[in-house]
């Protein structure tokens, strides 16, 4: 089965509004990255974290590896922000594993 | 930020060919992989190492080899290519401290097998 699941697959966002994306995980994952795959296909490290929340600009993050989760918030969405977004966990430390993303299109 | 280069960025082989596919990371990182990313699949693990000299299978290694021959240099070679590994390929790199873990991608090599 899928180790590590991201919801949803798909998001539509206007300009300006708020959203939150979600990564579950069946393995032990001791920490997480986040990554944004842009329209031109360039794969962008967003968030490295172990336990707790980062915040970016207007991204925050935030990684429970007790209740094996993470999630990643966008506020004020702009139109940069579209792409196709991947979380990503190393179960025994070494090759991360990724979740099949989320794409997320925002619109004016 | 970290730099991870990738060569070709477009290659186009036939059935049979033989393919070598570059990658260089000047970031003192241990960890290099590479990964093919496919609709529906995601980013797919295919061959990864920690050192010059090591090689570590991941979860979709089949028709493909791997060598890293420096610390800098990783190397995806596929000797009879198919079809099916017409793909986007990416290159990534990491360390191993708290401070350099973060992952770093190249701007991948879209591959065509013909």
């Known amino acids: 089965g899928d180790k590590v699941k991201q919801s949803p697959s798909a998001l539509s966002l206007q300009e300006g509004t708020n959203s939150a994306l979600r990564c579950n995980f069946s393995?032990?994952?001791?920490?997480v990255q986040w990554f944004l795959q842009n329209p031109r296909g360039s794969l962008i490290n967003l968030f490295y974290?172990?336990?707790g929340t980062k915040e970016n600009g207007r991204l925050k993050s935030a990684f429970d590896s007790k209740e094996s989760y993470s999630t990643l918030h966008i506020r004020d969405a702009q139109l940069e922000d579209s792409g196709t977004y991947f979380c990503?966990?190393?179960?025994?430390?070494?090759?991360?594993?990724f979740g099949t993303g989320t794409t997320v299109s925002v619109s004016p | 930020e970290a730099a991870v280069t990738q060569s070709p960025r477009n290659k186009v082989t036939v059935t049979g060919g033989n393919v070598t596919l570059s990658c260089r990371q000047t970031?003192?990182?241990?960890?290099m992989y590479w990964y093919r990313q496919d609709t529906g699949h995601g980013l797919r693990l295919i061959h990864y190492?920690?050192?010059?000299?090591?090689?570590q299978i991941g979860d979709v290694p089949d028709g493909y080899k791997a060598t890293r021959t420096t610390q800098e240099d990783f190397f995806l070679l596929l000797e009879l290519a198919s079809p099916s590994q017409t793909s986007l390929y990416f290159c990534?790199?990491?360390?191993?401290?708290?401070?350099?873990?973060?992952?770093?991608f190249g701007h991948g090599t879209k591959l065509s097998v013909l």
């Open positions: 190492s920690y050192g010059a000299g090591n090689l």
């Open positions: 393995i032990a994952a001791t920490t």
């Open positions: 990534a790199s990491r360390g191993t401290n708290l401070s350099n873990e973060r992952l770093f």
């Open positions: 990503a966990a190393p179960p025994g430390g070494r090759a991360l594993i």
């Open positions: 970031n003192s990182h241990n960890y």
């Open positions: 974290l172990v336990p």
